[in-house]
């Protein structure tokens, strides 16, 4: 099979020197997509485009900015952002014919080859051990790739810890532009039966692999190589690891998390996860404490207002039970409710909990034990509103909401009612 690199003969600098960023060419072409974006052809390109996982280089052509650059029908394209007013100067001087100077972001690129090289390392040497392949391969601001059999922790921490020692020996990294005839006597990695326009980047001793994307120097370029998350994935493991600047930034981000934690704990750095371990256990006991508080709160509660049932309900005939509301100001809404539900046992009529205070006013809930077809609580609920302001609804057997009024006269509403 052909490599689709081959299909287009120009001169593509990125993939013998990845260091060089500056160039000039002719334009070969400059067209408008639909969107009305400017896309220049060139006869020759230091600008990387988006493949095997990584996306395209960014940078500048003449004084328009490059925001992507594609591989389209077997050319490399290179996408203008160019604003409105520039529209006829970018038809000028960027004319089929004309000289230009071309100008790559290496940051970005540098960055970038970092991820892409760790990737390479960390599969190449994930294959020497266990024979798995890489089937997966996505660059951003992490590196997400797919090997088609399962590691343990123990098994990635090995390999993690071997591509840092591959780093500190600086190891050189090579490209190959090895012939058909050559590919056919030489063992690599890729995701396809290549034969023709290979280009294969090896880090001598650990890895060898077809790939178009420009390549660091040595392996010390990469810095440090950590990974950062990995889970079983069809069969095999999806891991996430990141290198170089982003290993940095990520250990300072988290190097101030520590600081954070040890302050609040008033650990020694070594220390700070035996201490949250501490404290975790402290803080579940007092969750189960107060959770059995909550339980013999709700119980008196519940005595209580089986008693105000009682007066409220003293001398009436049966059928004609009153809407009741209590107040419990400090509960939360589950113990309002579960005192509602356990009264609502032996009360046909309606109760409305309280919870709040006058200033900052007052959520509700109320229940009856069924529907009744003569007095809707959803009308209640409009009632509750009307009078009380706020707002709320339901169904027929339990409505909740909120009002803006004070103790006094939600008291008032009930005597009323």
Not at 51 to 80: N, P, T
Not at 399 to 416: H, M, N, P, Y
Request: aromatic fraction near 8%; hydrophobic fraction near 35%; proline fraction near 2%.
């Amino acid at each position: 099979m052909k490599n689709e690199r081959i299909e287009n003969n120009i001169e593509r600098i990125y993939e013998t020197d990845a260091y060089q960023t500056s160039f000039t060419a002719t334009v070969v072409s400059l067209s408008r997509d639909v969107s009305g974006k400017f896309l220049a052809e060139l006869n020759r390109t230091a600008f990387f485009p988006e493949g095997g996982g990584q996306a395209g280089d960014r940078g500048r052509i003449e004084d328009f900015a490059v925001e992507d650059v594609q591989k389209i029908d077997g050319k490399v394209v290179h996408i203008l952002d160019v604003p409105a007013h520039l529209e006829e100067a970018v038809k000028e001087r960027l004319a089929p014919g004309r000289e230009v100077p071309g100008e790559v972001d290496f940051a970005l690129r540098f960055h970038r080859m970092q991820n892409h090289l760790a990737e390479h390392l960390f599969c190449g040497i994930a294959h020497s051990r266990f024979g798995y392949d890489n089937v997966g391969f996505h660059l951003s601001d992490v590196v997400t790739f797919d090997l088609d059999g399962a590691l343990t922790k123990e098994e990635i921490l090995s390999i993690e810890k071997k591509c840092n020692e591959v780093i500190w020996e600086n190891v050189p990294v090579k490209v190959h532009f090895p012939s058909a005839e050559e590919v056919e006597k030489m063992e690599f990695r890729s995701k396809l039966e290549l034969s023709e326009g290979v280009r294969l980047v090896e880090i001598e001793g650990y890895d060898m692999c077809a790939c178009c994307a420009p390549a660091l120097h040595t392996t010390g370029e990469i810095g440090v190589i950590k990974v950062v998350d990995f889970m079983p994935h069809r069969g095999g493991t999806r891991l996430t690891l990141i290198a170089g600047r982003d290993a940095y930034e990520d250990y300072v981000r988290l190097d101030e998390e520590q600081r954070k934690l040890m302050k609040l704990f008033s650990a020694k750095r070594e220390e700070v996860a035996k201490f949250a371990e501490d404290y975790a256990t402290k803080t579940n006991a007092m969750h189960t404490e107060i959770l059995e508080l909550k339980k013999e709160i709700t119980g008196l509660y519940v005595e209580k207002i089986k008693r105000i049932i009682e007066d409220k309900t003293a001398g009436l005939l049966p059928g004609n039970d009153p809407a009741i509301c209590f107040f419990m100001k400090d509960a939360d809404e589950v113990m309002v409710r579960n005192v509602i539900n356990e009264c609502l046992k032996t009360y046909n009529g309606i109760l409305c909990g309280f919870r709040g205070n006058d200033k900052e006013g007052y959520r509700y809930v109320c229940g009856r034990k069924e529907a009744d077809e003569k007095e809707s609580l959803r009308d209640y609920a409009k009632a509750i509103k009307d009078a009380l302001g706020g707002r709320g609804g339901g169904s027929e057997v339990m409505i909740q909401g909120s009002v803006e009024a004070t103790e006094k006269k939600i008291r008032e509403f009930f005597d009323e009612n």
